[in-house]
């Protein structure tokens, strides 16, 4: 045995070397293994890759010539030559993610160390472990169907090919939902059965006779997947688990006094007002969910703009609280692209103001007044007779009932009083 | 009649089995200009970006089946041909590295002279180093070696010459931030490694472990090499292109103090220009700083807060500007990437000013801040919470997706919106649930 590792050693070291070294230089990055979770960041894909191809070359040396028969007419057992295979790889495997970890704690900034606890270092160390390990074990599957590492990529492309047949035949031909349980995953199996197989049986054998053993593992677990997967009680199962598609939406108001809910159940949505003080729920108008528009919280009330396709003439909703309960109030015959909401400081009114249009709504009452509107330019105008367009730029509440703005062209301060005191 | 030379044979030689890669290559690459010039995409793929990664295939396959065909032939050359057998691997290698430059040329000099003459180099000196990685790993090792190798090569060093090949925004963000240059200096530096361990290969009968070692040799002096662009690629941020320059103002919800700022974003000059308003009492105050800058928020109506980071410097400050007197003190830094500010600046414009990433309690004490991560990808983000009466700022969630922040601010708690609490005493963060489960 020790022999046998010693020539692993010599004909896999590279490959493990540059496994390992890419799993601690991505991890000591924080840009591969995680030690703050489980699931390693998108440059883990390198150590992995890398685990792949060091399990690709797994048989390689057996299987060129005649080397296979020249091994096993030795006192060797195929479990041996297997062990001496694996050993190795596995011991990457699980030795690269634990120098991974000490390499975060060791670069990452002190900032972060709060947050690297045992706990999340180790379950990013075993997630990549994990990954890394089934992406050298199905290399290594692979390799001992086909010759040289060519061969090996041929074979691992044959089982991703299997796979991507399967998964349009579910999804795309026979219209399987895809958020439905399958169990495509057993194809990874492929690699594990036939280097199982392959290696007490086969290992001598020609090329040719180890491709279709694979082959037919790999129909086998077709056949078996699809089997699976049609059956009536494996499809009644799967229902039973995506069944419930209930999910919560809230939305909080500035102040936390209020939320909007919004449940939906089997792709149907009810929504209502939350007061989160004492409990009490309020039904939510429809008016407040446009299908084309916007909405928001000012303090305390939501605000919600439906805007129709040309953009005017728009309606705005908002639904203030009171003692009584909310108060759903309607503007509208405005154009509310592209405004801006002003409260007045008393929060009793509303300024709504855009580059051409100052309008006061009234809360309390409901009114709505324009202040001002500017005269739109001409449509068409040759480039060389355009003038600058003047515009509304600056404008705020002054007092509780007064609104100020600068006037675009002279850009004097200008008062104007909205209602009486 | 005189016999011509022969490096002219071996010219010939190389010249009629590498032409029809070379003229389909430059043929693709002009099909393609029309398309790409008018930005279509093959399944979401950008046109000039599958036409690069088309002519890289075929760079590694003509690297390692070229280099395969060397090896096979060493022994016969060297007793057969009169003349040196690597004279005969060095006229094939240097004929096609050339070819494989022109290839890039070909493609290149679109972007070369619609957007950046670096781009044109970038392009040339990809090319040239996809063809001289596999054909070294193929004469070391074998074909299959040598096309791994290449396609490897091709997924590493290939993120800036194809996103520099994107529309615009793409090349904007690499001419912004010089790395294609620092990219083809790094080219050209994996070409000079490389040649050390190419010579040997060349000159001698290398045995197998000699040659490993050569190998290793050159996969190490890449991997060293490759360190420092992870590094410099992991200190950049994601950079939303606009014309150059962010305006926006921040706003008290009467609209009677405005903070109005212009953040230069591209070039030398990249500063602020910030503007205080109180229109109620008409008071006005200005600044201009080197640097970028947004306004976290109000302090009463005296005072705002400003977070700001220099032009290449890895902390960012909290400030407070003192409107009355115009004066400004820093109330405490962290650490964070280089330019991760105008990262977010560019965010905030790109997404929409709602989605600010940066929320001030009412009473001024505390702030909440997502900054791209300083541990990690550059599409990553933290929330921080600064506490400015402590004057301590802490990591509360690290490395996560969500880069804008919906804050409801309560008297010792934050509520952060997707159903997380901070606690502003212990500096803490948890998740929490509103009661709006059925009652039984």
């Not at chain 1, 909007?260 to 007002?273: A, G, I, Q």
């Not at chain 2, 939303?240 to 103002?249: C, H, K, L, N, V």
């Not at chain 2, 983000?381 to 802490?394: G, H, T, V």
Request: hydrophobic share 50%.
């Amino acid at each position: 045995m020790r022999r046998l590792l010693w020539k692993e050693w010599h004909e896999r070291r590279l490959w493990l070397a540059l496994w390992a070294a890419a799993t601690v230089v991505t991890a000591a990055l924080g840009i591969g293994q995680s030690g703050l979770g489980a699931m390693p960041e998108a440059w883990f894909q390198l150590p992995l890759a890398l685990a792949v191809i060091a399990g690709l070359g797994g048989y390689g040396s057996e299987l060129k010539g005649e080397r296979a028969t020249f091994l096993y007419s030795r006192n060797i057992s195929w479990k041996a030559v297997l062990a001496a295979k694996l050993l190795p790889g596995l011991a990457t495997a699980v030795l690269a993610p634990a120098l991974g970890a000490l390499a975060i704690l060791v670069f990452s900034p002190p900032e972060y160390h709060h947050l690297l606890t045992p706990g999340a270092l180790a379950s990013g160390a075993l997630t990549v472990a994990g990954f890394s390990g089934a992406g050298f074990l199905v290399g290594l599957g692979c390799s001992i169907i086909l010759h040289g590492l060519a061969g090996s990529m041929l074979a691992l492309f044959i089982g991703i090919a299997a796979v991507s047949v399967y998964g349009f035949l579910l999804y795309e031909v026979l219209g399987i939902s895809s958020a439905e349980i399958s169990v495509m995953p057993a194809f990874l199996a492929a690699p594990f059965i036939a280097l199982a197989i392959i290696a007490r049986f086969g290992i001598a054998l020609s090329g040719a006779a180890r491709l279709r053993r694979f082959l037919l593992v790999l129909l086998g677990l077709f056949l078996l997947c699809l089997v699976i997967d049609l059956s009536p009680p494996f499809r009644a199962y799967a229902r039973s688990l995506v069944h419930d598609d209930t999910y919560t939406n809230t939305s909080l108001s500035p102040t936390g006094h209020y939320a909007l809910v919004t449940k939906t159940r089997n792709e149907k949505s009810s929504r209502y007002f939350l007061d989160l003080r004492n409990g009490k729920r309020y039904p939510a108008p429809a008016a407040i969910f446009p299908n084309n528009g916007a909405t928001s919280w000012l303090n305390d009330d939501y605000l919600s703009i439906q805007r129709d396709k040309n953009r005017e003439p728009s309606m705005l909703t908002v639904v203030r609280f009171t003692a009584n309960g909310p108060r759903t109030l309607t503007f509208s015959g405005l154009d509310f692209y592209g405004t801006r909401y002003l409260l007045s400081p008393d929060a009793k009114r509303l300024l709504l103001a855009k580059w051409d249009d100052l309008t006061v709504c009234d809360l309390e009452t409901g009114a709505q007044r324009t202040l001002l509107r500017l005269p739109r330019p001409p449509r068409r105008l040759p480039r060389a007779k355009a003038k600058p367009t003047p515009y509304l730029e600056d404008y705020w509440w002054q007092a509780n009932n007064v609104v100020g703005y600068l006037d675009p062209v002279t850009k004097k301060r200008i008062l104007v009083r909205v209602s009486e005191p | 009649m005189r016999k011509p030379s022969i490096a002219l044979r071996l010219l010939w030689k190389e010249w009629s089995r590498g032409w029809p890669l070379l003229a389909g290559g430059i043929l693709l690459a002009q099909a393609a200009m029309p398309l790409v010039a008018r930005g279509v995409t093959i399944f979401k793929l950008d046109i000039a970006q599958a036409v690069l990664f088309v002519l890289a295939l075929a760079l590694v396959v003509r690297g390692a089946t070229l280099a395969a065909d060397e090896r096979d032939r060493r022994a016969y050359a060297g007793t057969h041909f009169p003349f040196h057998p690597a004279r005969g691997t060095l006229f094939t290698f240097g004929f096609h590295l050339l070819a494989a430059m022109v290839i890039g040329l070909g493609f290149g000099w679109y972007f070369a002279l619609h957007t950046d003459p670096t781009i044109g180099t970038l392009l040339v000196l990809f090319c040239a180093t996809i063809y001289l990685v596999s054909f070294i790993a193929a004469l070391a090792l074998s074909t299959p070696a040598g096309i791994v190798a290449g396609l490897l090569w091709t997924l590493i060093a290939g993120t800036a010459p194809f996103y520099a090949v994107t529309p615009p925004g793409g090349q904007q963000v690499l001419t912004d931030d010089f790395s294609v240059s620092w990219y083809s200096i790094y080219f050209v530096v994996v070409i000079v490694l490389a040649l050390p361990a190419l010579l040997p290969l060349l000159t001698k009968r290398v045995n197998v472990s000699l040659t490993r070692r050569i190998v290793g040799t050159v996969l190490l002096a890449t991997a060293i090499a490759l360190v420092p662009v992870a590094w410099y690629l992991q200190s950049q941020v994601n950079y939303y292109a606009t014309d150059g320059t962010i305006s926006e103002r921040l706003t008290s919800p009467d609209g009677a103090l405005t903070v109005k700022y212009t953040i230069t974003l591209a070039g030398k000059n990249r500063s602020t220009a910030l503007e205080f308003l109180d229109y109620r009492r008409q008071r006005a105050a200005r600044l201009q700083l080197p640097a970028a800058v947004i306004p976290v928020g109000l302090v009463e109506d005296t005072a705002v807060i400003l977070v700001t980071q220099q032009p290449g410097k890895r902390r960012i400050a909290f400030q407070r500007w003192d409107v009355e007197r115009n004066s400004r003190a820093t109330l405490l830094a962290i650490p964070a990437r280089r330019d991760a500010l105008r990262t977010v600046a560019s965010q905030m414009y790109t997404y929409g000013f709602e989605q600010r990433p940066i929320s001030l309690s009412s009473d001024g004490r505390f702030g909440l801040l997502i900054l791209p991560t300083c541990f990690g990808l550059a599409n990553r983000y933290d929330l921080w919470l600064i506490d400015f009466n402590r004057r301590q700022a802490n990591i509360l969630r690290a490395g996560d997706y969500s880069y804008s922040l919906q804050v409801t601010w309560q008297a010792d708690h934050a509520l952060l919106a997707g159903g997380q609490q901070v606690d502003l005493a212990h500096h803490t963060i948890s998740s929490f649930s509103l009661p709006i489960e059925e009652k039984p």
